[in-house]
């Protein structure tokens, strides 16, 4: 058991730029794409991936000094360190439930697969840690490792559902055909996102409000752009941390370039993977009629690009730091996930439509409720820390983060294991339910891919 679960930690140890490549290749020989081709493919998706990391290191490394700085400027002090989400997936990995979550994660999605109850291929096996951070809230809470796993098997379950009800609307808004976004953090905003689309729709005058990039770019012109848009958040923000000159203008362009060469690594993204998903298309509909559309599931990091996301996440950053000097009942001080606010949105975007004033304000109520969240999880978060033996920074006493400390369906999860048993049957009725109705929403589509194809045979 220990060299099968070692295998796994190698895997997972490798990080997303080299994983993705190696299991790209696998699976394109799989689908029979060939070994070039898939190679090809591969190498790719893995130089994207360096890519995009790259940028979003460029984007934290100048952010998170700004952010640090506006806490020192204004004296901000409060009880709950953010330690970010990194520190957050290493606590997951390093839990019981984090050593066998891979290959857990691995046979859920093919028990899925085979019963009908997903479209997704989920290949980004490294964000499996999100489902484990639950799943190791839960053990601590409940003290039992074993309902921790399931609890981190029923997350996952209810995730892979939203990713396949989004992936049209991911299609659509971020021109990614094939693609879907299972990710723990991202998708448990959509139904959130929903509700309040919803919402807005049913008010007179509020549901004409709309701030949408392309509108601007054409009646702005170049002031309309990304690039443009980003630099000038960029040194609002830098001046709201008392930067000198230099900084105000560095932080600018920072931002500037960010908006601009995200959107290209996804892009870089989106040109290896389309010849497997082309492969998985033509082998489904080969040999399992019966299955309709399948997609292969990413990290939301491919989706961060969209002008409306990045830019309503940079005017959230100094709101978000507003917000928890003055929301009674905070203890968190946001600090090192500051800069993962766009991972937030880029489900929701997708589903207000780019509409920029509905991702706003459905922002500054997520980040909200997700302050007392994870002000509400922080002696789970911090317990969490201490059993996984992570070096607690000094002077801190307790330790949360915004990813995936704040994260609705985690804490949701979580606090019904306060009930008991019935919490957990609860979450099980939920994420099952969910299964089942996705189960009848793919084999219906399917149905009516077949009607439409038997139509376009007899025309």
């Given at each position: 058991?220990?060299?099968?679960?070692?295998?796994?930690?190698?895997?997972?140890?490798?990080?997303?730029?080299?994983?993705?490549?190696?299991?790209?290749?696998?699976?394109?020989?799989?689908?029979?794409?060939?070994?070039?081709?898939?190679?090809?493919?591969?190498?790719?998706?893995?130089?994207?991936?360096?890519?995009?990391?790259?940028?979003?290191?460029?984007?934290?490394?100048?952010?998170?000094?700004?952010?640090?700085?506006?806490?020192?400027?204004?004296?901000?002090?409060?009880?709950?360190?953010?330690?970010?989400?990194?520190?957050?997936?290493?606590?997951?990995?390093?839990?019981?439930?984090?050593?066998?979550?891979?290959?857990?994660?691995?046979?859920?999605?093919?028990?899925?697969?085979?019963?009908?109850?997903?479209?997704?291929?989920?290949?980004?096996?490294?964000?499996?840690?999100?489902?484990?951070?639950?799943?190791?809230?839960?053990?601590?809470?409940?003290?039992?490792?074993?309902?921790?796993?399931?609890?981190?098997?029923?997350?996952?379950?209810?995730?892979?559902?939203?990713?396949?009800?989004?992936?049209?609307?991911?299609?659509?808004?971020?021109?990614?055909?094939?693609?879907?976004?299972?990710?723990?953090?991202?998708?448990?905003?959509?139904?959130?996102?929903?509700?309040?689309?919803?919402?807005?729709?049913?008010?007179?005058?509020?549901?004409?409000?709309?701030i949408n990039m392309e509108k601007a770019q054409r009646r702005f012109g170049v002031f309309g752009e990304p690039i443009i848009i980003g630099t000038a958040l960029g040194l609002i923000i830098g001046v709201v941390a008392g930067y000198d000159v230099k900084?105000?203008?560095?932080?600018?362009?920072?931002?500037?370039?960010?908006?601009?060469?995200?959107?290209?690594?996804?892009?870089?993204?989106?040109?290896?993977?389309?010849?497997?998903?082309?492969?998985?298309?033509?082998?489904?509909?080969?040999?399992?009629?019966?299955?309709?559309?399948?997609?292969?599931?990413?990290?939301?990091a491919v989706g961060v690009g969209h002008p409306i996301t990045l830019s309503v996440s940079l005017i959230l950053v100094p709101v978000a730091v507003f917000l928890a000097v003055i929301l009674p009942g905070n203890t968190v001080l946001p600090f090192a996930?500051?800069?993962?606010?766009?991972?937030?949105?880029?489900?929701?975007?997708?589903?207000?439509?780019?509409?920029?004033?509905?991702?706003?304000?459905?922002?500054?109520?997520?980040?909200?409720?997700?302050?007392?969240?994870?002000?509400?999880?922080a002696p789970l978060f911090t317990q969490a820390a201490i059993d996984a033996k992570f070096t607690m920074p000094d002077g801190a006493t307790m330790i949360s983060s915004i990813c995936d400390g704040a994260n609705p369906l985690t804490w949701a999860i979580?606090?019904?294991?306060?009930?008991?048993?019935?919490?957990?049957?609860?979450?099980?009725?939920?994420?099952?339910?969910?299964?089942?109705?996705?189960?009848?929403?793919?084999?219906?589509?399917?149905?009516?891919?077949?009607?439409?194809?038997?139509?376009?045979?007899?025309?």
């Amino acid at each position: 058991m220990d060299t099968f679960l070692s295998v796994f930690e190698f895997i997972k140890d490798l990080g997303a730029s080299v994983m993705m490549p190696i299991i790209i290749l696998i699976f394109g020989l799989f689908l029979r794409a060939g070994f070039g081709r898939s190679l090809r493919a591969g190498l790719t998706v893995g130089v994207g991936f360096i890519g995009l990391n790259l940028v979003i290191g460029a984007m934290s490394e100048n952010l998170g000094p700004a952010v640090q700085a506006m806490v020192e400027h204004y004296g901000l002090k409060l009880s709950v360190i953010d330690v970010g989400w990194p520190a957050a997936a290493a606590i997951a990995f390093a839990s019981t439930v984090g050593l066998v979550i891979i290959p857990v994660g691995l046979l859920v999605n093919v028990v899925m697969l085979l019963t009908n109850t997903t479209q997704t291929v989920d290949i980004d096996i490294w964000d499996y840690w999100h489902f484990a951070f639950t799943g190791a809230l839960v053990a601590i809470l409940t003290g039992s490792q074993v309902i921790g796993v399931v609890a981190a098997v029923l997350n996952m379950i209810i995730i892979m559902v939203i990713g396949d009800v989004t992936a049209p609307h991911v299609q659509k808004s971020l021109d990614m055909p094939g693609i879907s976004l299972p990710h723990g953090f991202s998708a448990a905003y959509a139904p959130i996102a929903w509700v309040f689309n919803k919402l807005f729709e049913m008010i007179p005058g509020v549901r004409n409000i709309n701030i949408n990039m392309e509108k601007a770019q054409r009646r702005f012109g170049v002031f309309g752009e990304p690039i443009i848009i980003g630099t000038a958040l960029g040194l609002i923000i830098g001046v709201v941390a008392g930067y000198d000159v230099k900084g105000v203008l560095v932080l600018g362009i920072t931002m500037g370039a960010v908006l601009v060469l995200i959107p290209k690594m996804a892009a870089l993204l989106m040109e290896g993977l389309l010849p497997i998903s082309d492969a998985a298309s033509d082998l489904i509909s080969k040999k399992f009629r019966n299955r309709g559309k399948i997609y292969i599931g990413l990290d939301s990091a491919v989706g961060v690009g969209h002008p409306i996301t990045l830019s309503v996440s940079l005017i959230l950053v100094p709101v978000a730091v507003f917000l928890a000097v003055i929301l009674p009942g905070n203890t968190v001080l946001p600090f090192a996930d500051l800069a993962v606010i766009p991972w937030m949105f880029v489900l929701i975007t997708p589903l207000v439509r780019g509409n920029g004033f509905r991702a706003l304000v459905i922002g500054v109520i997520v980040l909200a409720v997700g302050l007392l969240i994870s002000s509400n999880l922080a002696p789970l978060f911090t317990q969490a820390a201490i059993d996984a033996k992570f070096t607690m920074p000094d002077g801190a006493t307790m330790i949360s983060s915004i990813c995936d400390g704040a994260n609705p369906l985690t804490w949701a999860i979580v606090r019904l294991q306060d009930l008991g048993i019935f919490g957990l049957i609860i979450v099980g009725v939920i994420a099952l339910g969910l299964a089942f109705w996705n189960r009848v929403r793919i084999l219906r589509e399917a149905r009516e891919l077949r009607e439409l194809a038997e139509v376009g045979a007899d025309a």
